[in-house]
T-cell receptor
């Protein structure tokens, strides 16, 4: 069955630095790789997605890469701020009428 | 409505009782998902509706769990004979597939229903 792995340990970084989170998966590459942010006690919130034929996608301070050969996506937050502290989830979306499957999430803490 | 609404936000029940959790999706969203999330874990897929029918119910853990969406809008997740292991946050999400070309399922989540089984 499909497995999705994210850094299980929390990631602590200094304010202003770039945070890099990893999402690895097994078996089939999805049509889309999605990233969500989740704050404690709240539902996940969609941030951005990247298509399987795209190498890189940017949105403001966020950058996502997608390597279907390595079966990996990297999520970068540049110039990180304490307000970026949250859990970040990657999700595999095979498109159309198929379910979306989530990873375990990585907790990011940005230290002032 | 403007967002996905879930009720109740908190439910405490006793082992063996029956529980219903309700989800009101964004108006016009045809797809509706239920997930279960335990502390420190990612959302675990339970069931997915496309319109009124369950397109994929492979994540329901056993026959104590059942979900309906009779009119293609509001959905109810039903748990019979609750067990302590059912305690978790139950998340609902809805989506509208982004155009015929892309087909991406971008999910909008509700705030969740936290279920505690004593």
């Amino acid at each position: 069955s499909q497995k999705i792995e994210q850094n299980s340990e929390a990631l602590n970084i200094q304010e202003g630095k770039t945070a890099t989170l990893t999402c690895n998966y097994t078996n089939y590459s999805p049509a889309y790789l999605q990233w969500y942010r989740q704050d404690p006690g709240r539902g996940p919130v969609f941030l951005l997605l990247i298509r399987e034929n795209e190498k890189e996608k940017r949105k403001e301070r966020l950058k996502v890469t997608f390597d279907t050969t390595l079966k990996q996506s990297l999520f970068h937050i540049t110039a990180s701020q304490p307000a970026d502290s949250a859990t970040y989830l990657c999700a595999l979306d095979f498109g159309g009428y198929q379910k979306v499957t989530f990873g375990t999430g990585t907790k990011l803490q940005v230290i002032p | 409505g403007a967002g996905v609404s879930q009720t109740p936000s908190n439910k405490v029940t006793e082992k063996g009782k029956y529980v219903e959790l309700r989800c009101d999706p964004i108006s016009g969203h045809t797809a509706l998902y239920w997930y279960r999330q335990s502390l420190g874990q990612g959302p675990e897929f339970l069931i997915y509706f496309q319109g009124t029918g369950a397109a994929d119910d492979s994540g329901l853990p056993n026959d104590r769990f059942f979900a309906v969406r009779p009119e293609g809008s509001v959905s109810t997740l039903k748990i019979q004979r609750t067990e302590r292991g059912d305690s978790a946050m139950y998340l609902c999400a809805s989506s509208s597939i982004q155009g015929a070309i892309s087909g991406a399922n971008v999910l909008t989540f509700g705030a969740g229903s936290r279920l505690t089984v004593l």
